[in-house]
């Protein structure tokens, strides 16, 4: 029997001082790419080698410029999300576990950004 | 390793390690769960090139025949096609999972049985995508 009352082990979530946020974050980002990585993939096999001009032509509707900004958002948060996990499975030791998590976290944060910014000026200059 | 003190725990240092992969037969339930892992790790790569090659296509034609050239040359279709079924895989399999997380389909025949639903759906899925591509 445990003598900590209900509203201690609340505060503070424990040892971990987290909960179930981030394995529920996990599902919600899994939940949102089934239906925005089946509508990215097959324009993109569509466009793949087709040339410059129908590449640009496809991106700048707005209906697969918006698919793509949304699914490349989703996805660098849940490649975030997923490797973190990963790095914090595998990579011991203090130093470079704390590295690796920072450089995952600012990787996939760049890669959202470019992907965006490549996307709105497709989009944007057609 | 040898111990002087052998008083409380005489076998220090000589005691078996926590799980040894290497001496488990694989299991369909085991394999596809690392290989969920595996796949996702290596989606990365592909990401990244897929956003140079938006990086490249918003830049100039120059810059976008260059990344659209790696990605169709054999070496990048070797990765992008792997990918296609890695992606279909993790596709199948994060069902499965999500099938679980709502406390369904848990138990070992069923959990069996979804696991080679998925595998064999992903390699369908891989080859189908590859025969419209063509």
Not at chain 2, 116 to 123: D, T
């Amino acid at each position: 029997m445990s003598y900590i009352t209900d509203r201690k082990r609340v505060d503070g979530l424990g040892s971990s001082h987290s909960g179930v946020g981030h394995w529920m974050s996990q599902r919600v980002t899994s939940i949102a790419l089934i239906p925005l990585s089946l509508l990215f993939l097959f324009p993109f096999i569509g466009n793949l080698g087709g040339g410059h001009a129908a590449m640009l032509e496809t991106y700048a509707q707005p209906r697969h410029a918006l698919i793509a900004t949304m699914f490349f958002i989703v996805l660098c948060m849940h490649m975030y999300q997923g490797l973190q996990v990963v790095i914090e499975d595998y990579i011991h030791g203090h130093r470079l576990r704390i590295g690796m998590l920072v450089v995952n976290k600012l990787f996939w944060g760049s890669t959202a950004v470019i992907a965006v910014f490549a996307i709105a000026k497709i989009a944007f200059s057609a | 390793m040898v111990v002087e003190n052998q008083g409380a725990d005489a076998n220090q240092g000589n005691r078996p390690l926590s799980p040894h992969l290497q001496i488990y037969r694989p299991q369909i339930t085991s394999v596809l769960s690392i290989l969920n892992r595996i796949t996702g790790i290596a989606m990365a790569l592909a990401m990244v090139l897929i956003t140079w090659w938006f990086l490249a296509a918003a830049t100039h034609q120059g810059y976008f025949d260059v990344a659209d050239g790696f990605l169709t040359s054999w070496f990048g279709m070797l990765i992008l096609v792997g990918s296609l079924w890695a992606f279909w895989f993790h596709f199948f399999n994060g069902l499965r999972h999500l099938r679980w997380d709502a406390v369904k389909g848990m138990g070992m025949k069923a959990v069996r049985r979804s696991g080679w639903i998925a595998l064999v759906l992903s390699v369908v899925a891989t080859v189908l995508c590859v025969i419209w591509a063509m």
